[in-house]
């Protein structure tokens, strides 16, 4: 009986392990395939048939891509926004989560009952696309940060945090005579570095990957972030035509150009990555704590 | 400080509104600092839902929000009565629906399995690899499936020639708009939805495990009588959760797949609000096409919340 249930139990634990295992390997194939594809030349690409290791290197698509300053104007476009908008997010963020964190604040309940509604209801797309318009921020790159300085999410996530701080240290603080901004950046945020962290990394994943502010509000092809241009350059090559602004008289990208702009665009999530996966699982438990 | 001293001592107050008064006065800089924040919610969020009142009338941008005509219901009666909305309407329940049944349980067996892992490292470094698709936007998704899956050169379309078969023109037809649209969505976020039932399946009181074991359950009956039932409120949780999102399927993601050739079955509320308002002007007419999705949100994770209510559940708020 014991024995049985053993071999059993080690036949389930393998085809278990096995079956993972295969679904990592299809999670992650997709990309393994699009990045070695981007180092090879497209004849090799088209004739091949290859899935994870050509036969033959290139680095022409790259060459190409950084032989145009487009692919470099969007990446700093893109740049520019994650950094400042991550910065100015946190600060906002912060300084918004303190003062709900302080049970002493009359009116906090009701704050904090409009900001929740936000998550539940929402003027839509039109309206606030509207809004923006009449602030007269169409075009301009602070139409991509100011539309989403907060996530509620985010906000209830710190304040929580903040709260489980242990009152004493601000109340001997305020004894010492220190300001509720001093209180802030002198205690509260060093002793929050990992929520900081975290949240910034959302913020900063967010900021980078911003496609529809900017599809909404920039009309200005100079100034699009690197995911409408990527988007552009593969829906280009794909001969799709959702999208009027499309220049017909460029022949279409190669394959592997495509994949080395797909490349790019990634880079820098994946650089930030390990640390994401360091503090990540904390922040999504932090958030399941109701508010 | 001579202030913050004779608050500490504590008098009673003749009056408690002028105890509140200083009160206020007293968290001057507290209020200052969650003013930014505040103005951000009025102007970016409260503000548009007052906008919402352009669904009533017929908004002229010159105009602005006071001076355009009242004209009622007429674009709700409007969006009733054309067949497009139907089917638009019907497009985005079909998704959702999709969503439901092919999507929710997946993270669901995902957790069980990684839980039956015993090898640490082996665990971590799945969680590694399928947590990564979450962080990458619907750009990048949408176009390495666009590369892989195209009629010239993409590798599953070469695969099915090598292989023998036809090739199969996945983006541009309607036929395969629906499973793409799923695979993605499972690709994307099916690893990092474990996250939760990881952590909750973590909090499960090992005894029970032991006192099964000692009772001779097989592996696969402790999950069925162990894990899941104490997994059942976080499952109850996000189903509510994911039916408040009936109709936010992601605007991007299906618009990113949108194209001529696959709009009878790919063009959602959303992606029409979108056409319809930004690119046409027809500014009231789409508002309220979302309003009435926005509304229809609401009222079902309140109804949703009340059934898990019901049900002896905790429920969201």
Redesign the interface.
Known sequence: MIEDRTINGRIFALVNYLLLTIIAIITVLPFLHVVAGSFTTSAELAVKRFILIPTEWSLDAYRFIFSTNTIFRAMGVSVGVTLIGTIFSMLITSLMAYGLARRDLDGRKYIMFLVVFTMLFSGGLIPSFLVVKELGLIDKYAALILPSTISAFNLIILKNFFQNIPEGLEESAKIDGSSDFGILFRIVLPLSMPAIATLSLFYAVTYWNTYLSAILYLNDSAKWPIQVLLRQIVVLASGLDTSPDLDASVPPPEQTLKMAVIVVATLPILCVYPFLQKHFAKGAMLGSIKG | ?RE?AIENIKVPAKRPSSE?KR??WR?K???A??A???L??I??????????V?AFQDFK?FF?FTGSEWVGFKHFVRLFTEPDFLNILSNTLILFAMNLIFYFPVPII?AL??N???INF?KR??Q??????H??????I???????L?M??G?IN??LV?FGFEKVNF??SNEWFRPVYIIQVI?REA?WGT??YL?AIASIDPQLYEAARMD?A???RQVWHITLPAIRSVIIVLLILKI?DVLELG??HVY?L???MNRDVAEII?TY??TA??RQGQ?SY??AI??F???V??IL?MFANYLAKKMGEEGV?
Request: hydrophobic letters at 60%; proline letters at 4%.
């Open positions: 400080m913050a509140r009160r206020i968290n800089w507290l209020y600092m969650i930014p924040g505040v951000y919610f102007i970016f969020k409260y503000i548009p839902m007052f906008g919402l352009i941008p602005g995902l399995m990684l039956e892992v015993r082996f470094l799945f590694s690899l399928v947590y990564l698709p962080f990458l936007s619907w750009v990048i949408v176009s390495i499936s666009f590369v892989m195209t010239d050169g590798i070469e695969l090598f983006l541009l690709w690893g996250i939760i952590a001779g097989s592996r696969l408040g605007f991007e990113l949108l194209n001529a959303d609000v979108y308002g930004v500014f789409s508002t979302g309003f999705k926005s509304l949100g609401l994770v708020y």
